[in-house]
């Protein structure tokens, strides 16, 4: 369709700029297995990131599912279903049991005020989600993952480049795993990130990306593979010398729709949280019918009729999948079923115009009458 807005659009370095970066290939042939460009990026990451430590993956979901894998878990991990499929399978792929916590109503991650209250001596770790750049309540599940001795396993998916009271996301928890999908707000094509504090746990990591290979040979533990490519390297060495404009563009639309949006019965818009410095990863808006005058399937379809892309994020809720036979009772996270049915995420992407938003927003508000 003419002027159609999609959802999301991938970040992209010039074509010039990724073929130089490229273009030493065709000298080497070292096209993956750990070589300069993975390094070069890992070391760019290490600075960019404000973390100690960390390794690259194939995807992101690989580096959730091996980092559980990593730290030879038993039993109950405790996790919210208002995120994407990834988390909840790479729990379930362990032979883990998912416990699903209720989320907070303002930054949609995990409630901590219900998480106690949900631990058994069963429980071995804790997995919350940064949903949409909102970072979770992280002091107190610290506190109470310590007081437990539970291990935290941040899914970080939506927070790449952002900080919390000065500090780069990923240096909290036991791990924080990063995708770098082509959707995100940084992209290598495919591509993922396990920041770490126990070197130790970075060394099983390491070995579960490459077979277990220390050496020709030399094969110490059984492995999968889930190594970056260099290619997908190259093309996040590119991104990330343009991620902190992208951001701040992405800024601009955020603000462009909130002028609109705010203060709009019936819409709830994202908090601002005050110690975050945030990555504006997603525009969620939670529309109340009642309210609004329309409820989230009409504003989706009218948006939709105009050719705009929004979607409906998350929706539905993990323990709602099919794929779980009705394991798990969705009416035990009320707060997290409500948000499900009311959001929509709507466009954003550095290069969304002034008018397109202008014009998206026209739409939306269109509907209220
Ligand atoms: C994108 C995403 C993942 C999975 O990352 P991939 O790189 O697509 O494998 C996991 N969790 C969340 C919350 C995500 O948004």
Same mark, same amino acid.
């Given at each position: 369709m003419a002027n159609s807005i999609l959802v999301t659009r991938s970040s992209m370095p010039e074509f010039d700029e990724y073929m130089d970066e490229i273009k030493p290939m065709w000298q080497s042939h070292w096209l993956t297995n750990m070589g300069p460009e993975h390094k070069t990026l890992q070391q760019q990451l290490i600075e960019y990131m404000g973390v100690e430590n960390i390794d690259l993956f194939t995807n992101g979901h690989m580096s959730l599912e091996l980092t559980l894998q990593a730290m030879n878990l038993q039993g109950e991990v405790i996790t919210t279903p208002f995120t994407f499929a990834s988390t909840t399978h790479a729990i379930v792929r362990n032979g883990l049991t998912p416990v699903f916590c209720d989320i907070d109503p303002v930054t949609m991650t995990l409630d901590t005020e219900k998480l106690e209250r949900l631990i058994t001596d069963r429980t071995c770790a804790i997995m919350p989600v940064h949903v949409y750049g909102n970072v979770c309540d992280i002091e107190e599940i610290e506190r109470i993952a310590h007081k437990y001795e539970l291990k935290v396993i941040y899914?970080?998916?939506?927070? #790449? =480049?952002e900080t919390y009271k000065g500090k780069g996301?990923?240096? #909290? =928890?036991?791990a924080s795993c990063f995708s770098f999908h082509a959707t995100k707000v940084f992209n290598s094509i495919e591509g993922g990130a396990v920041c770490f504090k126990d070197k130790h746990l970075g060394e099983i990591l390491y070995d579960l990306k490459n077979f277990g290979i220390h050496g020709p040979e030399e094969v110490d533990a059984v492995g999968a593979n889930a190594k970056m490519n260099e290619f997908c390297a190259a093309m996040g060495i590119c991104n990330l010398r343009h991620v902190d404009d992208e951001i701040a563009k992405r800024k601009k639309v955020a603000e462009r729709y909130r002028m609109h949006l705010d203060g709009i019965e019936g819409i709830q818009l994202n908090v601002i949280q005050k110690d975050v410095k945030s990555n504006y990863a997603y525009f969620p808006v939670i529309f109340e019918e009642k309210l609004f005058g329309a409820s989230r399937a009409e504003v989706f379809d009218k948006l939709a009729e105009n050719g705009i892309g929004a979607r409906k994020y998350f929706y539905p809720l993990t323990n709602t999948f099919a794929a779980f036979h009705g394991k798990y009772d969705v009416l035990e996270t009320p707060v997290a079923l409500h948000i499900s049915k009311r959001v929509l995420t709507l466009p954003m992407y550095a290069d969304l115009s002034m008018e397109d938003v202008d014009r998206i927003c026209e739409i939306i508000l269109s509907c209220k009458y």
């Open positions: 899914d970080a998916a939506h927070t #790449f =480049g996301i990923g240096s #909290f =928890g036991d």
